[in-house]
């Protein structure tokens, strides 16, 4: 899944504030140099609820998945300012610091920086968000404080740098949360009544059936019928897909917004906060790995998440959605048991296992604890005052510890290492850190813990090639001082391993990786996917026929680059991995894309967000072959993009040569259409039944007056198949 590239306006800001950080003459280094250093804040509190202040690193342990660690500093600050340390450093004098706004700060060797982050909000929750965000500026007005305002909505979008300007922050408060995000609504009700309905219509049609098994007289009730419960499964399953989509795509904004602004902050020091106000996070089982990094890399950046639900007192609980969802799953089930075969198979009977594996994943006030209490932070929510749990996160802000330690297992593996506190102070409760994923330090190619093995397998001084996979990079026009690539990896299906799951299902699990390199070795652009897969058993060998296809599209400015891709079975553990350059030149003239010969055609799923992919045309996107087609008969598209010099020149034509063995067998003069917004698609059947068997080469030449550009492409034609088919 593409990453918030809307984040990068989160680096400037941060970077900006780094200035803040810099020690003073004679300070000790703050611990945040090396990410195999880990650094917790952890805050202490009394029985009655107070910061305890006096803690020593002798009343503290800590452990890493069950082994102590060794802590090699301890220090305590209140307000910004450290208060002791152990071992003992120099005090931090007073100094006055510029913030990016321009406001003068004193005391600032570590400061208390927060984030507040406005998730897609409805009406109600954007007034409550709002007055608690305003209490908090109003709360917590302190020098050693700077917050800054960023908003999601499909992307992130920064509306306040850092600042200690209690009016500036106001203001960008108060636009936040008067806008009118789009607010993705679970629909639970509406698909419960098509549930209903559907269930009524099958039962009706059952009946039916039973009766005029021996009457033809029946027949035409028993069709009119079958169509009725065919439509009313139809709109069962189309909500469904959009309630999935519309889950997933709030999951997606909302969790890779917080990952990508905790990542960023791993080089600023001092306590990290960011104040997370939502309806609730979505986290269905394809976006699990997404919320583990999130918490992950806040905790390795030491960033804490405090989530404000902003939906208020909630008069029913947030698991009546979830219990809908898993009792719908059990009825899809027994359905499939009754059925007997008798019946085709429906959507929501293929997607049994993901209902009830989603419903767990259903209550999102959960999941917003979860990332919270996780990263050290809390839950503030169930009430419409939210001030006291905001009083709460000021009180973590005042006084809180931080704790170093270097793990004793120095082996980056990616897996996660869960950390516990224990204090030896009656009475005492700690509010820490959960774990981290054990990513190598410095590896900035890695965000998810899966890609570790991929940039592993790439960075081998003989590649793995256990899997397969197959990579190309098609070349399209210019967008600007930019060029449009589209990167296709392929990998048979019949290569991953199946693995039985719960309930009898069949799993498969495979994740890509693709980086572009740039002529120095740095990373231009990089895409991932995680796929778990659940099927039912007899569709195992159908799905095993096919290819699971990743396709990136993107923009580079002129210069010589480098694809690398990899693949892994996460079963097996086997990797693949293919390569290539890719050159990206400037506009200058008449241009073609890669002639690309295509595969087949997928429908695009209702709700999925637009794309400048050239492959995708509408709802429908266009798989190309990324290996030498070979085929024996029927007709292999081929999908070329022109793009004409001017259209004041004379039409652009185009001239298909085919040649086997060096010598030229046929040509082609197709008519081109006319340039619709500066550009021409053109795609035309070429006739293989008509070929002998054997190795072709098409050469595609489009002329403009005196312009020319030509490309090749090749492909094969078999043999006519003999025997039985198979």
Same mark, same amino acid.
Request: proline content about 6%; overall charge neutral; charged content about 20%.
């Given at each position: ?192 009544? *098509?549930?209903? =309905?559907?269930?009524? %219509?099958?039962? @009706?049609?059952? $009946? /039916?059936? #039973?009766?005029? &098994?021996?009457? *033809?007289?029946? =027949?035409?009730?028993? %069709?009119?019928? @079958?169509?009725? $419960? /065919?439509? #009313?499964?139809? &709109?069962?399953? *189309? ?488």
């Amino acid at each position: 899944m593409k990453r918030l590239v809307a984040a990068l306006c989160a680096v400037s800001a941060m970077a900006a504030v780094a200035a803040l950080d810099r020690p003073p003459s004679g300070a000790q280094a703050v611990f945040r140099s090396a990410t195999d250093l880990v650094v917790l804040d952890v805050v202490v509190r009394d029985r009655r609820g107070q910061i305890v202040r006096d803690l020593k690193s002798s009343e503290i342990e800590i452990q890493e998945d069950g082994s102590r660690q060794h802590i090699t500093q301890f220090r305590f600050f209140e307000g910004g300012v450290l208060v002791n340390s152990e071992p003992p450093t120099s005090s931090d004098p007073s100094r006055s610091v510029v913030t990016p706004d321009g406001t003068t700060v004193k005391t600032l060797h570590h400061p208390n920086l927060v984030t507040m982050v406005f998730d897609q909000l409805g009406p109600q929750a954007r007034t409550l968000a709002r007055t608690a965000a305003l209490d908090f500026v109003r709360l917590q007005d302190r020098p050693d404080v700077l917050v800054s305002v960023f908003q999601i909505d499909q992307t992130l979008r920064l509306t306040q740098q850092f600042t200690t300007d209690r009016q500036r922050l106001q203001a960008a408060i108060t636009q936040v949360t008067g806008e009118a995000n789009t607010q993705y609504l679970s629909g639970t009700d509406e698909l419960k009544r *098509a549930v209903e =309905a559907a269930d009524a %219509a099958r039962q @009706a049609l059952d $009946a /039916a059936s #039973a009766v005029a &098994v021996n009457a *033809a007289e029946g =027949a035409p009730t028993v %069709a009119g019928l @079958a169509q009725q $419960a /065919a439509m #009313a499964d139809f &709109v069962v399953n *189309a909500l469904r897909m959009t309630q999935t989509l519309q889950r997933e795509q709030q999951g997606i904004s909302s969790l890779h917004a917080l990952l990508s602004l905790a990542k960023k902050q791993q080089i600023l020091s001092g306590r990290k906060t960011i104040l997370f106000f939502s309806e609730g996070l979505q986290a269905p089982p394809s976006l699990e790995h997404v919320l583990k990094s999130a918490i992950s890399e806040a905790n390795r950046a030491n960033v804490s998440i405090y989530a404000v639900d902003a939906r208020g007192l909630l008069t029913g609980s947030d698991m009546h959605e979830a219990r809908d969802m898993l009792q719908d799953a059990v009825q899809t089930s027994q359905r499939q048991n009754m059925s007997r075969g008798n019946r085709p198979v429906t959507r929501e009977e293929v997607m049994v296992s993901d209902t009830a594996e989603s419903a767990i994943r259903l209550n999102t006030q959960a999941t917003l604890a979860e990332l919270a209490e996780s990263t050290g932070g809390t839950l503030i929510g169930n009430s419409n005052d939210l001030r006291k749990g905001i009083t709460r996160a000021i009180g973590d802000l005042s006084g809180y510890y931080e704790a170093a330690y270097t793990p004793t297992n120095q082996t980056f593996d990616g897996r996660f290492r869960r950390i516990t506190i224990k204090v030896a102070r009656p009475g005492a409760t700690v509010q820490a850190r959960s774990g981290y994923f054990a990513l190598p330090p410095g590896e900035a190619a890695v965000d998810f813990p899966y890609e570790l093995d991929l940039v592993m397998a790439l960075r081998a001084d003989t590649p793995p090639h256990d899997l397969p996979l197959h990579a190309r990079t098609f070349r399209f026009g210019p967008e600007g001082d930019r060029q449009r690539f589209t990167l296709v990896a392929e990998l048979p299906l019949d290569s991953v391993r199946t693995t039985t799951a719960a309930r009898g299902q069949q799993q498969l699990h495979f994740s890509f990786l693709a980086l572009v390199r740039d002529g120095s070795g740095g990373v231009a652009e990089k895409f991932s996917e995680d796929t778990p897969v659940l099927v039912a058993p007899d569709r195992v060998a159908a799905l095993r026929q096919g290819s699971a296809v990743f396709i990136r599209s993107f923009t580079l400015a002129p210069g010589d680059y480098t694809m690398q891709a990899a693949a892994m079975d996460q079963q097996s553990r086997q990797r693949g991995v293919a390569q290539g350059p890719i050159a990206a030149a400037r506009a200058s003239g008449l241009a073609i894309s890669t002639p690309a010969f295509i595969k087949r055609t997928e429908s695009i799923s209702p709700g999925a967000l637009p794309s400048s992919d050239p492959f995708r045309v509408g709802e429908t996107r266009m798989v190309p072959y990324v290996t030498v087609p070979e085929v024996r008969s029927g007709d292999l598209p081929l999908f070329l993009m022109v793009y004409p010099a001017s259209t004041e020149a004379p039409p652009a034509n185009v001239l298909l040569e085919f040649s086997r063995q060096g010598k030229v067998t046929g040509r082609s003069t197709p008519a081109l259409s006319a340039p619709d917004q500066g550009q021409i698609s053109f795609i035309a059947p070429i006739p293989v039944s008509r070929f002998p068997p054997g190795d072709y080469e098409l050469r595609v030449a489009v002329q403009q007056g005196s312009q020319t550009a030509e490309e090749s492409v090749k492909f094969t034609v078999l043999p006519p198949a003999t025997g039985p088919p198979r």
